[in-house]
């Protein structure tokens, strides 16, 4: 049986956060985040159980953090800028 999970991402220098989606698997947004992380960038992704908790995305909160919509779109077209930065040195 396959649960599905909230996938959450934080941007822990600004201190925001945005519940994504709800999904089956998350490997898509994790090995985004693995790689905004290893190009510099500070991000965490969360996957959060679908329960009757948090059954909905505004029941989704975390201490220090405020909600930003639209965190995840400027956080790619940021890592993008990253990468052809990058490029363009070599």
């Known amino acids: 049986m396959f649960s599905k999970t909230w996938i959450v991402i934080k941007d822990d220098t600004a201190r925001t956060f945005e519940v994504i989606t709800q999904a089956t698997n998350e490997n898509t947004y994790a090995n985004k985040a693995v790689a905004m992380q290893r190009d510099g960038m500070n991000v965490t992704c969360v996957t959060i159980p679908a ?29 993008n800028e990253i990468i052809l930065r990058q490029a363009g040195e070599w």
């Open 51 to 79: 329960s009757n908790r948090h059954a909905s995305r505004e029941a989704i909160s975390f201490i220090g953090y405020t909600r930003e919509a639209g965190l995840y779109h400027r956080l790619l077209k940021q890592h």
